[in-house]
């Protein structure tokens, strides 16, 4: 058993007695007595919670990443160096984001204010900040009530970059790398390894085990249904599984490199997981949600499951005895259920360039643009030779069970000239492909509509452009240009 | 006077703390010594006889003090903050799924919930009433109908050139406040109760935690840090957490905290209303409005609430800024098995305004004119169009003004013959422009409310501790305060703290609501000032040695006969001088009265105008939309600090656009809240917000009679969303090719969207 032990605000802290399950939030708020982090809805979607860490970016350095501290619990953070909006202020000044919040008139009732500003502060130190539309994703995830966000946003746009030569940025330096972790409190068990033969020791002697290792999802359990998980087993501290390489035209992602780190590597090499990575999540989501996960949780709609599913990605599952490949088509077996036997983890995703005939595009429609469950999500891939369809991949969330692939409407297409004929042929074998269900998010109608049109605009889209992008702000999740 | 802040933008009063998160919370407090917390354990059916209920259980488990349910109260177990017809804790029966059955009081939230498990309570489920046409198919209402009619509305419609005939609804809106509800009771001695409440209301708090617990309202105090929003969802409903709370430390004699996470927040507290009505509007030739008569329905939820006040306000607003010449119009609120429904920003104003909205659409869209030109050509004016439905006179109607100059500044008749030739050539996208007036009545309706107290301490080294009715929930209301204070005594900003408001500092408060906040409290502190400079002038004279009539206090001195004296001096000097340095001061709004039997009189002390043009492009495949553009021109008067006015302006835009296009409150048939939660209930994000807003305050717009020319802002803008709907009915017509009227309903998800496209296409 060893203490956890991390770096908070300047102070190393100690934590012996807390129960794995306590998230950082509670700890801060009660333990800590440090009530200027917030909690807003307990799920990672209003970011009140907002902390930062220092962790990897996508080209190995450390880097600032704000997370939601609502959904990480406090061994999480061991062995890191973890900043609060308590530890801002150097020699009583104003840290430069919470000078421009003050200066813009960013607060009104302040209570979203301590995540905005954690959330302006990776966005300062960042270096990859350099598009308009990553301002909208940087903030997305801390809802406002009160400013209608325009200030925030010129006190964003204001600090986005800015790198100020001081005490973070010296601290930029220190080692993020999670460490081994082996911490028993409360009658509960959390197991950190940092190497796979280690791990699959834990998960021999340990039967009652839960695999985690962002807890963007299963945090939930713990913050809604209050879950006092027995075993927790973490895979964070294992370095090979958070490698990503792209060799031989095949990159390999592994199952726990953050998606933020994802999106960052893969916008100009594997363009249509980038455009479903922009509005998968918050910005503090995928600082600590990662593909396993994604595709472990096996949602009927994983956003990531159907652009890995058009993009022909293969899963590496890995057990005590040695790793073996599924396709994704395969991986998903019924709802919430997957191909992993026990004892056994995704070890990474494989997923090959797009061939240069190929179109492809993702799709994510929801009721609010960022930080929303989709209503349907969508991976389209057609591989036209000659003018002839020879290879189609059709996959959809929010349409059944688990995310599927349309198949009878990929073989309407096959062998087809890629026409607007074919292409409505393949849009009238949906209507009846799928019988998704209707609830809060849409109805039966408007999904298999949506599921629909999707088809009929990437036939749209990929007339100019085959693997096309989002443009900056634009009005839907198809047709990027406006009158296309 | 130089240094006055007055009408200078500034920052928010606590923009630091809020930034460092120094800004303490009712959660956030200090946590007194043997604090227990309270766990309501609330019905999960709609309708229910409770058969039995049996906390002996959960009692005996580890860390609980106690099980409470209606018989535990000592004092009244009915609640209201106008009718007391809401049983605290469910009686015999629960009236919604939410209803509190029981409070768990134990050490830890932990230890609550899993008590909470060992609670015995059965119930048998009752068949409930969960929509508005189920209440008025079955005749139940919470109200009589309030009618205000004027003019011969059949004979209008007989003689009509167009009559639209139809229906309009709208949705519910979670207040979605980022602080929930919170409430910490303090137990004293000889009964005493000090209650640290997240309210917009603390005298309401005070008088029903009296109520609850069998008190005088002397023996509670109800004191209010700040909140982190309100929004109306803590004006009545903050009390039955504070009255839990004080239950708990009553029964246990130790501190006692309740505060609810996000979703028990979502399912157990009330929303905006959600309103049907069944409409005739009548339109002569030229396209004015000749008669309106509207049915229109809230569902008040399973008690009274303020349902009765929000019904009125919907009433007195269904005419916005038009014209009618003739009407009839009478609301009703229905009882329905959901949450009791309550005050939200716009306060009925926005619901009622829809159903008029919704006419000049149609019959725009019908008659094939730009409904900017309707709306504009039905804009109040000049007498005899100058004379509400309910009689009162609206002396200067600025809302022909403010379009004039947005008109101009929005750039509009281009813009909109610009997207006429985009949608013509553009298959998938299309876009959308409106026009979108408000007229807004300020006061609280119920006229008694419209008074005010403050409370103004000056210490001798100088400085002051600034006291009002009024509670901070982000709007600025101390920062405008404290300006008025500061620009009295010609001392700066820094010189003067505002207090947190306190019941026995500042007795029988009216709720900070109804956008009344700075208009109310603001002529209050200046009475206060006045007393005190009243007295401070003679002594500054005598220091000075000049007349009292030169005695002028400015950049933290007094000054006088060419000489000059530090403002601390003078404040030594005065109680040297044995003279008062603490005065009261209190304000109540004159003139305003209503009869609603007759459906007459002048309810509103003045109106606040706005306008917006809006610009909406729209996707025909999936039915999202983006809001393109907006540019705002609103009459905050002479406002007292045009960044915190502007801020209010743009948030409440912002929040009226998510309540009509993206904020969906969903019950399942059961009355089941299906949103409960950030995840479910989507609020806008940034993305959501335009990259081009340019909002304006009205210039020379001094408001005759109010606090230093100002006027109330915080609820108007709310309104000048809705010109989204008549943005996105533009873009949607452009998909048809035949024209017409457009089928959208109300919130415009991108579902709601995509359906009326698909309408427009095929219909």
């Given at each position: 058993m ?5 770096n ?8 012996t ?6 998230t950082?939030?509670q700890?801060l708020?009660g ?13 990672g ?18 880097s600032?990443?704000s997370?939601?501290s609502?959904?990480?619990l406090v061994?999480?953070l061991?062995?890191r160096t973890?900043v ?15 000078d421009?919040m003050?200066?813009h008139?960013?607060s009104?009732?302040g209570?979203?204010t301590?995540?905005?500003v954690m959330?302006?502060f990776?966005?300062?130190y960042r ?6 539309w990553?301002?909208?994703?940087q903030?997305?995830g ?32 220190s ?7 082996t ?8 197991f950190q390894?940092?190497s ?5 020791d834990?998960?021999?002697?340990n039967?009652?085990?839960?695999i985690?290792?962002?807890?963007t999802?299963?945090?939930?359990d ?22 990503m390489t792209?060799?031989d ?23 249509p997981?980038?455009?479903m990575l ?6 503090q989501?995928?600082n ?6 994604n ?8 956003d990531l499951?159907p ?8 899963v ?5 005895e040695?790793e073996r490949r599924?396709?994704?088509s ?7 259920k997957?191909?992993l ?8 995703v494989?997923?090959?360039d797009v061939?240069?005939g190929?179109r ?8 609010r ?7 349907v ?21 929010g349409?059944?069970a ?7 409407a990929?073989q309407?297409m ?8 074919t292409?409505e ?8 492909e ?5 609830d ?12 629909q049109n999707?088809?009929r605009?990437?036939?749209?889209e990929?007339?100019?452009v085959r693997q096309?992008s989002?443009?900056y702000?634009?009005?839907g ?8 | ?5 007055l ?5 928010h ?14 959660d ?7 604090m ?11 309708r229910?006889k409770?058969?039995s209920?049996?906390g002996?259980?959960a009692?005996?488990l ?9 018989d ?9 903050p ?7 804790f469910?009686?015999?029966e629960?009236?919604c799924?939410?209803h509190?059955?029981a409070?768990i009081?134990?050490?830890s939230?932990?230890?609550c ?5 060992h609670l015995?309570?059965e ?6 009433t969960l929509?508005?046409a189920?209440?008025?198919a ?5 109200t ?7 003019g ?18 709208n949705?519910?809106q979670?207040?979605?406040y980022l ?17 640290y409440?997240?309210t ?9 935690v009296?109520?609850v617990?069998g ?13 982190g929003?309100?929004?109306?969802g803590?004006?009545s409903q903050?009390s ?22 996000r979703?028990?927040d979502?399912v ?17 030739e ?17 008690s009274?609430?303020?349902?009765g006040?929000?019904?009125d ?5 269904l005419?916005?800024a038009?014209y009618?010449?003739a009407?009839?119009?009478?609301g009703?609120v229905c009882k329905?098995?959901?949450p ?8 009925g104003?926005?619901?009622g ?8 659409n ?5 008659t094939g004119?730009d ?6 050509r039905n ?13 009162q006179?609206?002396?200067?109607p600025?809302v ?8 101009v500044?929005?750039d509009?008749?281009q ?6 030739t ?6 998938w996208v299309k876009?959308g422009?409106?026009y ?21 301490l ?11 009715g ?8 101390h920062s405008?305060?404290?300006?008025i204070?500061a620009?009295?005594f010609?001392?700066?900003t820094?010189q003067?703290?505002?207090m947190n408001?306190r ?5 029988n408060?009216?709720p900070?609501a109804a ?9 209050a502190v ?10 401070m002038r ?14 002028t206090?400015a950049?933290d ?6 000489a000059?004296?530090?403002f ?5 000097a005065?109680?040297l ?11 109540r709004?004159?003139?305003i009265?209503y ?9 509103f ?9 809006l ?7 999936t ?10 021109l ?8 045009p ?7 743009e948030?409440?835009?912002?929040q009226g ?13 059961t009355?089941?809240l299906?949103?409960p939660?950030?995840?479910?209930y989507?609020?806008?994000a940034?993305?959501d ?5 340019n ?13 230093h020319?100002?006027?109330?802002v915080?609820e ?10 008549t ?9 048809s090719?035949?024209?017409g009227e ?7 998800t991108p579902?709601?969207i995509l359906r ?8």
């Amino acid at each position: 058993m060893d203490p956890i032990t991390f770096n908070l605000d300047g102070e190393q802290v100690v934590i012996t007695d807390h129960s794995p399950t306590t998230t950082a939030l509670q700890w801060l708020r009660g333990a800590q007595r440090k009530t200027g982090t917030k909690e807003g809805c307990a799920e990672g979607d209003c970011g009140a919670c907002t902390i930062a860490i220092l962790d990897h970016d996508a080209h190995g350095g450390p880097s600032w990443r704000s997370i939601n501290s609502c959904l990480v619990l406090v061994p999480m953070l061991h062995g890191r160096t973890v900043v609060t909006v308590e530890g801002l202020k150097t020699d009583g000044e104003l840290h430069p984001v919470q000078d421009a919040m003050v200066r813009h008139m960013g607060s009104q009732c302040g209570y979203c204010t301590p995540g905005v500003v954690m959330t302006m502060f990776e966005g300062c130190y960042r270096k990859d900040l350099d598009a308009d539309w990553k301002v909208d994703d940087q903030m997305c995830g801390t809802l406002c009530r009160c400013t209608g966000y325009r200030p925030i946003r010129d006190a964003a746009l204001e600090t986005k970059g800015l790198r100020p030569d001081d005490r973070f940025a010296a601290l930029e330096f220190s080692s993020p790398v999670p460490r081994d972790l082996t911490y028993v409190a409360a009658g509960q068990r959390y197991f950190q390894p940092s190497s796979t033969a280690a791990l699959f020791d834990v998960l021999a002697t340990n039967e009652d085990a839960r695999i985690v290792c962002g807890m963007t999802d299963l945090g939930l359990d713990v913050t809604k249904k209050h879950v006092a998980f027995p075993c927790l087993v973490s895979l964070e501290a294992i370095p090979e599984l958070r490698q990503m390489t792209h060799t031989d035209g095949v990159w390999r992602i592994g199952a726990t490199v953050p998606l933020s780190e994802v999106e960052d590597r893969v916008q100009d090499g594997l363009i249509p997981l980038a455009r479903m990575l922009r509005y998968f999540g918050a910005r503090q989501i995928k600082n600590r949600a990662t593909v396993g996960g994604n595709l472990c949780t096996a949602s009927p709609i994983g956003d990531l499951a159907p652009a890995l599913l058009a993009l022909g990605a293969t899963v590496v599952v890995l057990g005590a005895e040695g790793e073996r490949r599924v396709p994704l088509s395969e991986f998903f077996l019924e709802y919430r259920k997957t191909a992993l036997q026990p004892g056994e983890i995704l070890a990474a995703v494989e997923v090959p360039d797009v061939p240069a005939g190929a179109r492809c595009a993702t799709y994510k429609v929801s009721k609010r643009r960022e930080l929303d469950i989709s209503a349907v999500s969508a991976g389209l891939y057609v591989m036209v030779d000659d003018g002839t369809v020879t290879e189609a991949r059709l996959a959809f969330g929010g349409m059944a069970a688990t995310p599927a692939r349309a198949t009878s409407a990929e073989q309407a297409m096959v062998g087809q000239p890629w026409t607007h004929d074919t292409v409505e042929a393949a849009v009238a074998c949906l209507a009846t492909e799928f019988t998704p269900f209707s609830d809060h998010r849409g109805t039966a109608w408007y999904r298999t509509t949506v599921a629909q049109n999707l088809l009929r605009g990437f036939y749209e889209e990929t007339h100019t452009v085959r693997q096309p992008s989002l443009a900056y702000r634009h009005t839907g999740t198809v047709l990027t240009e406006a009158g296309a | 006077m130089s240094t006055s802040p007055l009408h200078k933008s500034s920052s928010h009063e606590s923009a630091v703390e809020h930034v460092t998160g120094d800004a303490r919370y009712v959660d956030d407090l200090p946590e007194p010594r043997d604090m227990l917390v309270g766990l309501p354990i609330y019905s999960p059916h709609a309708r229910a006889k409770i058969v039995s209920r049996d906390g002996t259980v959960a009692r005996l488990l580890p860390g609980i003090h106690a099980v409470l349910f209606a018989d535990d109260v000592p004092g009244d177990n009915l609640i209201g903050p106008i009718v007391h017809d809401e049983p605290l804790f469910a009686e015999d029966e629960v009236l919604c799924v939410g209803h509190t059955v029981a409070l768990i009081v134990g050490e830890s939230l932990v230890q609550c919930r899993a008590a909470a498990e060992h609670l015995a309570i059965e119930y048998d489920v009752l068949e409930p009433t969960l929509t508005i046409a189920d209440a008025i198919a079955a005749e139940q209402f919470h109200t009589a109908p309030h009618r205000i009619a004027r003019g011969d509305v059949d004979g209008a419609i007989e003689a009509a050139a167009e009559v639209i005939r139809g229906t309009a609804s709208n949705g519910g809106q979670d207040h979605f406040y980022l602080e929930t509800q919170a409430a910490l009771a303090l137990p004293g001695e000889r009964g005493q109760m000090h209650i640290y409440s997240s309210t917009q209301h603390p005298t309401e708090i005070q008088k029903l935690v009296a109520l609850v617990l069998g008190k005088r309202a002397a023996d509670v105090v109800c004191e209010v840090p700040r909140m982190g929003g309100g929004f109306g969802g803590k004006e009545s409903q903050a009390s039955q957490w504070a009255a839990f709370a004080a239950l708990g430390a009553q029964v246990t004699g130790r501190p006692c905290k309740v505060w609810l996470d996000r979703d028990r927040d979502m399912v157990q507290t009330g929303n905006r209303h959600p309103f049907w009505t069944r409409y005739e509007a009548a339109f002569d030739e030229t396209g004015r409005i000749t008669a309106l008569r509207a049915n229109i329905y809230s569902d008040g939820g399973f008690s009274l609430d303020l349902s009765g006040a929000v019904l009125d306000r919907a009433v007195f607003h269904l005419d916005n800024a038009y014209y009618l010449p003739a009407c009839e119009l009478v609301g009703q609120v229905c009882k329905t098995n959901l949450p009791s429904n309550t005050a939200f920003r716009g306060f009925g104003g926005p619901q009622g305004m829809v159903v008029v909205e919704d006419a000049i659409n149609r019959y725009a869209e019908r008659t094939g004119q730009d409904p900017a030109v309707v709306r504009a050509r039905n804009h109040y004016g000049d007498a005899p169009r100058n004379t509400a439905p309910y009689g009162q006179e609206i002396p200067d109607p600025r809302v022909d003004r403010v379009w004039r100059e947005l008109k101009v500044s929005s750039d509009y008749e281009q813009r909109r013959a610009d997207i006429d030739t985009f949608n013509a050539t553009s298959r998938w996208v299309k876009r959308g422009i409106a026009y979108q007036p408000v007229k807004f009545g300020i006061s609280f309706t119920a006229s008694m409310l419209n008074q005010a107290g403050a409370l103004v301490l000056i210490y001798t080294d100088g400085t002051i501790q600034l006291n009002h009715g009024g509670t901070e929930m982000g709007q600025g209301l101390h920062s405008k305060m404290v300006a008025i204070c500061a620009h009295a005594f010609g001392v700066s900003t820094g010189q003067i703290r505002a207090m947190n408001t306190r019941t026995d500092k500042i007795p029988n408060t009216s709720p900070t609501a109804a956008s009344s906040g700075s208009d109310l409290n603001g002529q209050a502190v200046q009475d206060a000032c006045d007393q005190l400079l009243a007295r401070m002038r003679p002594v500054a004279a005598t220091l000075l040695k000049c007349d009292e009539e030169g005695v002028t206090f400015a950049d933290d001195a007094v000054h006088g006969g060419g000489a000059s004296v530090p403002f601390t001096e003078l404040t030594l000097a005065c109680w040297l001088g044995q003279v008062s340095l603490h005065a009261a001061g209190f304000y109540r709004t004159p003139g305003i009265h209503y009869d609603h039997a007759t459906g007459s009189g002048e309810p509103f002390f003045y109106f606040a105008y706005g306008a917006s043009v809006l610009e909406v492009e729209v996707n025909g495949l999936t039915g999202e939309h983006r809001l393109q553009r907006v540019d705002i021109l609103h009459d905050a008067g002479n406002s007292l600090n045009p960044s915190i006015d502007i801020g209010q302006v743009e948030g409440a835009f912002i929040q009226g656009y998510g309540w009509l296009t993206m904020e969906e409150v969903i019950y399942s048939d059961t009355g089941v809240l299906k949103t409960p939660g950030a995840s479910t209930y989507k609020v806008p994000a940034m993305g959501d917000v335009p990259l081009q807003m340019n909002v304006a305050l009205l210039s020379q717009a001094d408001q005759f009679s109010t606090i230093h020319g100002s006027k109330a802002v915080g609820e108007p803008p709310f309104m000048l969303a809705l010109g989204v709907v008549t943005a996105l009915r533009h873009a949607i017509g452009g998909f048809s090719t035949k024209g017409g009227e457009v089928e959208l309903a109300i919130p415009a998800t991108p579902e709601a969207i995509l359906r009326a496209v698909v309408n427009t296409t095929t219909a």
